[in-house]
């Protein structure tokens, strides 16, 4: 596993200054939003737009379901929102392959309680980046 900071300053190096992170939350209310416990029964999607490590833009959108006790949905619905990287407190080993797979970084954030606060642990460096395991063993 690597920390956040490896996936800045690569993109950093890149020219890139501008990351989508999508943070799965239980209500609407931006960088405030309570983070959610599973990625794709959350009711929404908070997503992060850092440019420079800096918030440039907020938004949030409706979780459009997660049916039949499949991820299959969630990870398509996510991957719609074009992210750079999914911040989860967990997920299930199956999900988890499938973001490694399409190239998106996924970390994991179990102490935050808001997006705001994982957002900083994110700048920080203090995130741990998933190898392509999740930490459900239920998926």
């Avoid at 459009?64 to 999914?86: E, K, Q, V, W």
């Amino acid at each position: 596993m690597t920390i956040a900071t490896n996936f800045l300053q690569e993109n950093l190096k890149k020219g890139e200054t501008t990351m989508r992170l999508i943070f799965p939350t239980d209500e609407n209310m931006g960088y405030l939003s309570k983070q959610g416990a599973h990625f794709g029964k959350v009711k929404f999607y908070t997503i992060i737009t850092l440019k420079n490590n800096v918030i440039d833009d907020v938004e949030c959108v409706e979780n459009p379901g997660h049916s039949g006790g499949a991820c299959g949905n969630a990870i398509t619905n996510i991957m719609s929102l074009n992210p750079d990287a999914l911040i989860v407190g967990g997920i299930g080993g199956s999900p988890a392959q499938c973001f490694a797979k399409a190239g998106v970084d996924l970390y994991f954030d179990t102490t935050s309680a808001k997006v705001q606060e994982s957002i900083n642990a994110f700048i920080s460096g203090s995130l741990e980046k998933s190898s392509g395991q999740g930490t459900c063993s239920t998926h």
